[in-house]
């Protein structure tokens, strides 16, 4: 599994009000959206693209389009919608499949309670998007489910992630092509399984508490 963590000032700058605990919702909510569209740059840096004709006002030229099928772009609900606008600013004519996922604060594991994906993901390229890479249980579902369904060339790209979390990720992922864009790497874990430093809880500060 190949792993990128970006460095740039402006992703940095905009990490830091995310995580404030000061920063309320709408301004948590567009900056998500910011850093995404931020990391969207990197993880779609091979996305496959085929030569296209065109002509300019001065001449005819060659150059290129993103191939068919169009890349698939997973939220995982609720956290991952936040990055939704963020990932189809830069991918526009990419589809949009959805898993609703949640973890059990006690045991940690993660419970799937939504689904609608194709059935069918061979030769898609899938973009995964969850900001929280904590334990990596939930992510490694979701990418387990792609690949079930034949997905063989995945990208993750989640706003903070762990060490803890990218060693499951790694035992899980395998040989497979995978590849995982963090905005940042915290620390690791504190009792309650969060990220320290991290932001604390990304759904809930997206969308408010509602259990
Ligand atoms: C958060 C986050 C990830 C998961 C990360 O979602 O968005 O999906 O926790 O934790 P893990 O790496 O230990 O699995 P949560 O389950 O809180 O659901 P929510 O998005 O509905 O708030
Ligand atoms: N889920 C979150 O939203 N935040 C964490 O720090 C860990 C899991």
């Known amino acids: 599994m190949r792993v990128v963590i970006a460095d740039h000032p402006l992703v940095t700058h905009k990490l830091t009000v995310l995580r404030d605990e000061r920063t309320p919702p709408a301004t948590f909510r567009l900056l998500i959206e910011e850093l995404t569209t931020l990391l969207a740059y990197e993880a779609t840096r091979d996305v496959r693209v085929e030569s296209v004709e065109i002509t300019t006002p001065v001449a005819p030229t060659t150059g290129v389009r993103l191939s068919r099928p169009a890349p698939l772009i ?29 973890r059990d604060e006690t045991t940690l594991q993660p419970e799937t309670y939504a689904e609608r994906l194709p059935e069918d993901l061979s030769g898609r390229q899938c973009f995964v998007v969850d900001p929280m890479l904590a334990t990596g249980g939930s992510l490694a579902a979701a990418i387990q489910f792609l690949f079930d369904r034949g997905a063989d060339d995945v990208t993750a790209v989640c706003i903070l992630g762990t060490p803890e979390g990218i060693s499951a990720m790694r035992e899980m992922v395998g040989e497979h092509n995978v590849t995982l864009v963090l905005g940042a790497l915290d620390q690791g874990l504190n009792e309650q399984a969060y990220i320290v430093p991290g932001l604390g809880d990304a759904g809930d500060r997206l969308y408010g508490t509602v259990d």
């Not at 609900?77 to 898993?99: D, H, N, Q, S, Y």
């Open 74 to 102: 997973v939220p995982i609900i609720r956290a991952g919608l936040g990055m939704l606008e963020g990932m189809v600013k830069l991918l526009p004519t990419a589809e949009v499949g959805f898993l609703g996922m949640k």
